[in-house]
Each structure stands twice: as structure tokens, then as C-alpha cells.
Nanobody, 124 residues
């Protein structure tokens, strides 16, 4: 069982930046695909970004492409989401997820483990 703990959320003004972190409890998670999802109030959870085990392959939702960057440090069992040029529509609870498969997926059903989420609020 892998436990994921997110951190780094908070309140930021539009145009600002935040960096989210997600630390996994098991070293073997360094072989997992890691993803970020988010859920805004009243909306379904949606895919944000994902990276393969090495960080060499990354995918992004169109809504965040060019603004968000996913990366990972396997020596720290941690994946990051650097969020720049934040807008009010980025306000959501952000979830980290781990997929035991090597393929990089944007679908929730592919992911086996989930964190509890961290709140990101962007004020206008």
C-alpha cells in the first residue's frame, strides 16, 4: 500500500505561482506513473498532468499546458507540480495519484493510489 501526502496548497492572487509536492511512503513508488488531478467546487474531478517513472514523459491537460510543469525526484519519492500564471479557474482541491503501470494515463481509473488533496485558491 502506498500512501501519498500532498502539500504546498494555499491562497494566491491571480497571476501568482504555487508549487505542490506529493511524497510517497514507499520507495518502490519511484517506478510508478504519478499524476495530478483537481476538483473544483460543484465539478467532477479532472486530469491535470502526469509523468512516467523517469520524468521523461509528461502529459498535460490543455487548460494548464504552458503554465504548469510536473517533475519528480525519485530520490525523495516526491513529485511536484509547479503552477504559474494561476487564474481563478484553477481554484480546486488538487490530488496526487500513483499508477503501478508504466503507461502514462489521464484517466482516473488507471490510478491505484490517491492522496487526500490540498486546496488551491486563486483570488481575482
Amino acid at each position: 500500500q502506498v500512501q501519498l501526502v500532498e502539500s504546498g496548497g494555499g491562497l494566491v492572487q491571480a497571476g501568482g505561482s504555487l508549487r505542490l509536492s506529493c511524497t510517497a511512503s514507499m520507495r518502490t513508488s519511484s517506478t510508478y506513473t504519478m499524476g495530478w488531478f483537481r476538483q473544483a467546487p460543484g465539478k467532477e474531478r479532472e486530469f491535470v498532468s502526469a509523468t512516467n517513472w523517469s520524468g521523461g514523459r509528461t502529459i498535460y491537460a490543455d487548460s494548464v499546458k504552458g503554465r504548469f510543469t510536473i517533475s519528480r525526484d525519485n530520490s525523495k519519492n516526491t513529485v511536484y507540480l509547479q503552477m504559474n500564471s494561476l487564474a481563478p479557474e484553477d481554484t480546486a482541491v488538487y490530488y496526487c495519484a500513483a499508477d503501478r503501470q508504466f503507461s502514462v494515463s489521464s484517466t482516473e481509473e488507471s490510478y491505484d493510489y490517491w492522496g487526500q488533496g490540498t486546496q488551491v485558491t486563486v483570488s481575482s
